[in-house]
C-alpha cells in the first residue's frame, strides 16, 4: 500500500462519515487533518552536543523529515540556560509525510507500548486540535536500541480544521486513533 491510497482512502472515509451529518451541509465544512508537529526537548541539548545530534539523527529517521533546533529566547538562570541556546527540536510534517507518519504511529508505535489501554479524549485544547506525549523513542521501529544515546520523549500534536473538540475525536476516530471507550 502506498502513501498515496492511504490519504485518498483517507479523505474518502472521512467525508463519507462527514457527509451523512446535517451540520457539514458543504463538503467544504468537513474537518481535516492539516498538519502534524513532532517536538522533542530537553535541558542536556545546551550541556552536551552528542544528545542534540543524536536526537536529530533518532527525529530524522521517524519522521523522514530534518527536524529544526528551537533556540531559547530568553536567558533562565534557574535552569543554566542562555540566550540563543539550544533547548529542543521540531518538525512540522504536511501532505504525504504527514500520513505517512500517521499510518506508521497508529499501526505500529500505539502496539508496542506496554498495557496499552487506548488514548484519553482530554488532550484537545477546545479547537478540536489533538496532543499526546510519548515516554520514548524506541516506539517508532525505525529506532534501534543498541544506538541510542538516550532515552527521549516526544509531543505529538495534530493540527486539525475542526472547529471544537466533537469534530476533532470524530476526524480522529474516523482516521483510526485507539480512543478510550
Known amino acids: 500500500m502506498t502513501y498515496t491510497s492511504i490519504s485518498s482512502e483517507y479523505k474518502q472515509k472521512i467525508v463519507n462519515t462527514f457527509s451523512s451529518n446535517p451540520a457539514f451541509s458543504n463538503i467544504q465544512m468537513i474537518p481535516a487533518l492539516e498538519k502534524i508537529v513532532v517536538n522533542q526537548s530537553t535541558g542536556d541539548f545546551a550541556e552536551n552536543a552528542k544528545y542534540l545530534e543524536a536526537a536529530i539523527k533518532d527525529l530524522e529517521n521517524i519522521t523522514g523529515q530534518k527536524?529544526?533546533?528551537?533556540?531559547?529566547?530568553?536567558p533562565i538562570a534557574a535552569f543554566k540556560i542562555r540566550e540563543?541556546?539550544?533547548?529542543?527540536?521540531c518538525v512540522t510534517?504536511?501532505?504525504?509525510?504527514?500520513?505517512?507518519?500517521?499510518d506508521r504511529l497508529i499501526h505500529l508505535s500505539f502496539p508496542r507500548i506496554r498495557?496499552?489501554?487506548g488514548l484519553s479524549k482530554k488532550h484537545y485544547d477546545g479547537c478540536g486540535n489533538y496532543t499526546?506525549?510519548?515516554?520514548e523513542q524506541l516506539l517508532f521501529p525505525e529506532i534501534q536500541f543498541d544506538k541510542i544515546q538516550k532515552l527521549q520523549g516526544l509531543e505529538?500534536?495534530?493540527?486539525?480544521?475542526?472547529k471544537n473538540d466533537e469534530d476533532g475525536f470524530?476526524?480522529?476516530?474516523?482516521?483510526?486513533?485507539?480512543?478510550?471507550?
Not at 505529538?156 to 475542526?162: H, K, R
Open 67 to 74: 527536524p529544526v533546533i528551537t533556540r531559547a529566547k530568553k
Open 84 to 89: 540563543n541556546m539550544p533547548v529542543g527540536i
Open 93 to 102: 510534517l504536511r501532505g504525504e509525510k504527514m500520513y505517512a507518519f500517521l
Open 115 to 117: 498495557d496499552f489501554q
Open 132 to 135: 499526546l506525549g510519548l515516554t
Open 156 to 162: 505529538i500534536s495534530l493540527v486539525t480544521s475542526a
Open 170 to 181: 470524530l476526524l480522529l476516530k474516523g482516521v483510526g486513533f485507539p480512543f478510550v471507550a
